[in-house]
């Protein structure tokens, strides 16, 4: 079993609780107001390394979410680890303010003040298969993830997506807010390990991922499930799209077009596509390397006919130009009535 101790930091307050916080802040008037979305501080990653433990937390005031990056010296000595003063990163001064008796400093409620880090990651790792740099942290977009890298914690290079080779798996389809809390671990054999929380998809019980929420009528934090993957690093296979109307010359009215996208390793990528034929414009989801497009032309003409295929996989952007031809529809035939 497990021996959990309590770590008396002998705040001066009366609740117990919050005597022996790490770090707390109450709430404000502000925070008190109707509709106020208040939570304190919130998720918490912690993170070993250059002699310090590390903090990464996220503090809701009444009106914004803050992300706040904490540290305090490492002290395997201790029966908690660290032993000294617990510092709260100011991003807008570049430097390392004091905590004192673990509440948060005035400067972190203050809306005027950019005292966050930034960007604002929901996790942070160590790593090793990345060189020159040793430490990576995420950030869930809508339905995908950007990833950025770091040598000191306070320092990130720009976002770059995490792409996924998994058909709606954070690979920018799923319903908005498919990620929830991705965080990446590094095993012993070097193997970098994704977790993330959503609620599309449970193989055990027969429902596929499909990047529509499961749990549609519920709260979004209900369903969730815990979903892992294997992040390696991978080169960006170059694709090639084609188009084909189903007739060309077509008839006036709705014009399918089959695209197909193919890989230069043979692989069926998945992504999306956008056509463009005259004034209509569409994009669909291109699954294992096909989709279809249908287009209302009404007005006969020769059309130019554009389309890109994106990906948030390994696959590159891909383009093609063609044109097709639509004419009058013939009219139906009339049939003669016999008395």
């Not at 009528?217 to 209900?222: A, G, M, V, W």
């Not at 991978?234 to 009215?253: E, F, L």
């Not at 999306?272 to 007005?299: E, I, K, M, Y």
Request: hydrophobic share 35%; proline share 8%; glycine share 8%.
């Amino acid at each position: 079993g497990i021996t959990w101790h309590l770590y008396d930091r002998e705040n001066p307050v009366s609740n117990v609780a919050l005597e022996n916080a790490l770090l707390y802040r109450p709430p404000n008037s502000n925070d008190k107001l109707p509709g106020s979305s208040y939570r304190g501080v919130t998720r918490v990653r912690i993170l070993v390394a250059d002699g310090y433990v590390w903090f990464l937390t996220q503090f809701a005031t009444g009106g914004a979410v803050r992300t706040l990056l904490l540290r305090a010296p490492y002290d395997q000595s201790t029966d908690w680890g660290i032993n000294g003063t617990l510092e709260a990163w100011r991003g807008d001064k570049s430097q390392w303010q004091p905590v004192t008796d673990s509440v948060l400093p005035d400067e972190f409620d203050d809306g005027e003040i950019a005292s966050d880090l930034y960007p604002p990651i929901v996790s942070m790792s160590d790593i090793t298969q990345v060189q020159g740099e040793r430490f990576v942290g995420l950030l869930p977009s809508a339905s995908h993830i950007d990833y950025v890298l770091s040598n000191d914690l306070v320092s990130w290079t720009p976002p770059k997506p995490l792409r996924s080779s998994v058909p709606y798996f954070a690979d920018d389809r799923g319903y908005p807010g498919s990620v929830v809390d991705p965080t990446l671990i590094e095993d012993a054999s070097s193997t970098l390990h994704l977790f993330m929380a959503s609620a599309d998809g449970d193989s055990d019980h027969g429902i596929i991922r499909d990047g529509v929420r499961d749990c549609s009528s519920s709260p979004s934090y209900l369903g969730l499930g815990i979903y892992e993957g294997i992040v390696d690093l991978a080169p960006i296979v170059n694709t090639s799209i084609s188009i084909t109307p189903r007739a060309n010359p077509a008839a006036t009215g709705v014009v399918a077009f089959d695209v197909r996208v193919s890989a230069t390793n043979g692989t069926q990528p998945n992504g999306r596509v956008t056509l463009s034929v005259g004034a209509f414009t569409a994009t669909v989801d291109v699954n294992n390397g096909q989709a279809t497009v249908f287009a209302p032309l009404n007005t006969p003409s020769t059309y130019p006919v554009h389309a890109t295929f994106t990906s948030f996989g390994p696959w590159q952007t891909s383009s093609t130009d063609s044109q097709i031809t639509v004419v009058q529809g013939a009219p139906a035939k009339k049939r003669a009535v016999r008395h």
